[in-house]
Every structure is written in structure tokens, then in C-alpha cells.
């Protein structure tokens, strides 16, 4: 069982950056395929940014391409996003997902089977 934790949310205010991060529970998920997704009220979850279990691969929603980073540190403990330019668009509880299978384009909530508790961020205008 793959426990995971974000941290790093909070508020900003627009145009401004926020870097949050995704541990697990004192295990490696260097055999994990790692995905951000978020959601806000009154909307599904979508996806945000995924990468490979390499590191090497890097997939973005169109909406968040070019402003945000997904990475994953050396010893593949933790993964992070960090958020630049921020829109109030941005404002939702975000979540870290690992999964097992598929590929870097794996864009359906469904194929995580682990997830964060989430962590909320809001975009002031």
C-alpha cells in the first residue's frame, strides 16, 4: 500500500508561484508512474501533468503548459510541481496519483490507483 502526501498549497495571488510536493509513506516510488491532478467546486478531477517512472517523460494539460513543472528528485522519493504564473483559474484541491501501469499519457483519473488527501491552492485576481 503507497501512501501519499502533499504539501506545499496555499494562497497566491495571481501571477505569482507555488512549488508543492508529493511524499510517500518512507517508500521509493522510483517504480511509480506519477500524475497531478486537481479539482475545483463543482467540477471533476482533470489532469494536470504526469511523468514517467524514469523521469525522462514529462506530459501537460494544455492549460497549464509552459507555467507549470512536474519533476521528480534523484532518489525518487518525492515528486513536485511548481506553478508559475498563476491564474485564478488555478484555484483547486490538488492531488499527487501514482499508478503501476500505463504511460506518461495517462490522463484518466481511473488508471491511479493511489492518491493524496489533496492540498488546497487559490489564486487571488
Known amino acids: 500500500q503507497v501512501q501519499l502526501v502533499e504539501s506545499g498549497g496555499g494562497l497566491v495571488q495571481t501571477g505569482g508561484s507555488l512549488r508543492l510536493s508529493c511524499a510517500a509513506n518512507g517508500r521509493t516510488l522510483s517504480r511509480f508512474g506519477l500524475g497531478w491532478f486537481r479539482q475545483a467546486p463543482g467540477n471533476e478531477r482533470e489532469y494536470v501533468a504526469g511523468?514517467?517512472?524514469?523521469?525522462?517523460?514529462?506530459y501537460y494539460a494544455d492549460s497549464v503548459k509552459g507555467r507549470f513543472t512536474i519533476s521528480r528528485d534523484n532518489a525518487k522519493t518525492t515528486l513536485f510541481l511548481q506553478m508559475n504564473s498563476m491564474k485564478p483559474e488555478d484555484t483547486a484541491v490538488y492531488y499527487c496519483?501514482?499508478?503501476?501501469?500505463?504511460?506518461?499519457?495517462?490522463?484518466?483519473?481511473?488508471?491511479?490507483?493511489?492518491w493524496g488527501q489533496g492540498t488546497q491552492v487559490t489564486v487571488s485576481s
Open positions: 496519483a501514482a499508478r503501476t501501469y500505463g504511460s506518461v499519457w495517462s490522463v484518466d483519473p481511473d488508471l491511479y490507483p493511489y
Open positions: 511523468i514517467s517512472e524514469s523521469g525522462v517523460s514529462t
